[in-house]
């Protein structure tokens, strides 16, 4: 759905273009709202036909998948991730990176990656959590959000500042 502002960058922009997103902003009491801008992504890999089996027993941690369910969405492209976004571009953005403040894929860290073609897509749609629930009920996939444990115990406790224990050593000094 394209108003008067996607139209125009479209012509100025031209071969950078790629797609747009374009809405109203509706007003109440309560404040202002954009409508819906959210969308479904996903991220899959490719993989020769031999290596298919070995990978995914490696890597799956969709408990309740078997290995003749995880099925290509074309060719050797097999899906690794469905997610949704109510920004999209920003949740998508956040699981290639290592966050302790939220959950993510942590592509980042996911060595076994590193040497292969790794591919997503996105796009706008409404209904995101059902749409979401339908790209995984068609081409189910293996990875799971994970979470950075907080490190407990090792932060080393600054010492003491020496004008502290002057202060308390002199006032042990006058109660008695």
Same mark, same amino acid.
């Given at each position: 759905?394209?108003?008067?502002?996607?139209?125009?960058?479209?012509?100025?922009?031209?071969?950078?273009?790629?797609?747009?997103?374009?809405?109203?902003?509706?007003?109440?009491?309560?404040?202002?709202?954009?409508?819906?801008?959210?969308?479904?992504?996903?991220?899959?890999?490719?993989?020769?036909?031999?290596?298919?089996?070995?990978?995914?027993?490696?890597?799956?941690? #969709? @408990?309740?998948?078997?290995? =003749?369910?995880? +099925?290509? &969405?074309? !060719?050797? %492209?097999?899906?690794?991730?469905?997610? /949704?976004?109510?920004?999209?571009?920003?949740?998508?953005?956040?699981?290639?990176?290592?966050?302790?403040?939220?959950?993510?894929?942590?592509? #980042? @860290?996911?060595?076994?990656? =590193?040497?292969? +073609?790794? &591919?997503? !897509?996105? %796009?706008?749609?409404?209904?995101?959590? /059902?749409?979401?629930?339908?790209?995984?009920?068609?081409?189910?996939?293996?990875?799971?959000?994970?979470?950075?444990?907080?490190?407990?115990?090792?932060?080393?406790?600054?010492?003491?500042?020496?004008?502290?224990?002057?202060?308390?050593?002199?006032?042990?000094?006058?109660?008695?």
């Amino acid at each position: 759905m394209d108003n008067a502002i996607t139209l125009l960058m479209k012509r100025l922009i031209k071969d950078d273009y790629l797609d747009c997103l374009a809405g109203t902003i509706t007003f109440s009491a309560h404040g202002c709202k954009l409508e819906e801008r959210g969308g479904v992504y996903g991220i899959a890999v490719e993989l020769a036909d031999d290596e298919k089996k070995d990978f995914f027993e490696k890597h799956n941690r #969709n @408990s309740s998948l078997s290995f =003749n369910e995880w +099925k290509p &969405i074309d !060719g050797n %492209i097999y899906p690794l991730y469905w997610g /949704k976004d109510s920004n999209l571009g920003f949740r998508l953005y956040d699981h290639t990176k290592s966050r302790k403040s939220t959950a993510t894929l942590q592509l #980042n @860290s996911r060595k076994y990656l =590193n040497s292969r +073609k790794v &591919i997503y !897509g996105a %796009i706008l749609c409404k209904n995101i959590a /059902k749409n979401e629930k339908l790209l995984r009920d068609n081409y189910p996939d293996i990875l799971k959000n994970k979470k950075l444990k907080k490190r407990r115990g090792l932060r080393m406790k600054s010492p003491p500042l020496p004008f502290i224990k002057v202060y308390k050593f002199r006032r042990n000094l006058m109660i008695r």
